[in-house]
């Protein structure tokens, strides 16, 4: 398929990347947030930077590297600086959000396979499968997702690769169509899950797997049990 989307004049392609708009939660990433930024704008047509109540100018760096920006007064989680996100997007009119950390670990440049792969297979969340390894990503990372992808495959029916991957391509009218509560790392089962329920296509390409350039952020006990009990709630009590 190509690169191009026809417009009703057809004689004026649009370029595909321009119905696409990238969404960033960031908490104090700016470090690295600019050459996230400005990767991902050679990629798709806007990004949205959801500074989650950053203390270290994360919100200034994302302008200055040429991406909108909406703030958090004070830290509110990464479900809630997504759901903010996608509160201020909702009747842009774009086709798809990609979604992406802004801490460095995903490589924007492997956006294009994401596109691709949902334009050529009709995909509704194309997921950017990362190949995770304990040494290296941490065993956090890795055993949550190994546990997360092993539960909700049985309960989708699908065979889901990195269900905790936060790099992923969502079609915007279907993700119009569900209403989001989580507030942490839990937000990626909860649209995961709910997109499924409706019918969503789901796809997965291979990512780089960039070297961690930090401690995670997810705290073993308390938010991996949380993904645990809101997967429940999600699959059994809102069902």
Known sequence: MSAYQISPDPGRPVPMHRQVTGLIPAYNEADHLGAVVGSALR??????????????????????????????????????????GLDCLRGRGHRYLLLLDGDGQHDPDDAPALIVAAEENGYDLVIGHRVLDPDFHGAVRYYTNLVGCNVLSRWTGLELLDSQSGFRLVRSALLDEIELDARGFEIETEMLLKLCRRGARVGHVEV??????RKSRLRPVRDVTRICVSALKYHYLMS
């Open 208 to 213: 780089r797997s960039v070297a961690p350039n």
């Open 43 to 84: 990629h798709v047509g806007t990004v949205l930077v959801v500074d989650d109540g950053s203390g270290d100018g994360t919100d200034e760096v994302a302008r200055r590297a040429g991406a909108e920006v909406a703030r958090h007064a004070v830290r509110r989680g990464k479900g809630a600086a997504i759901r903010t």
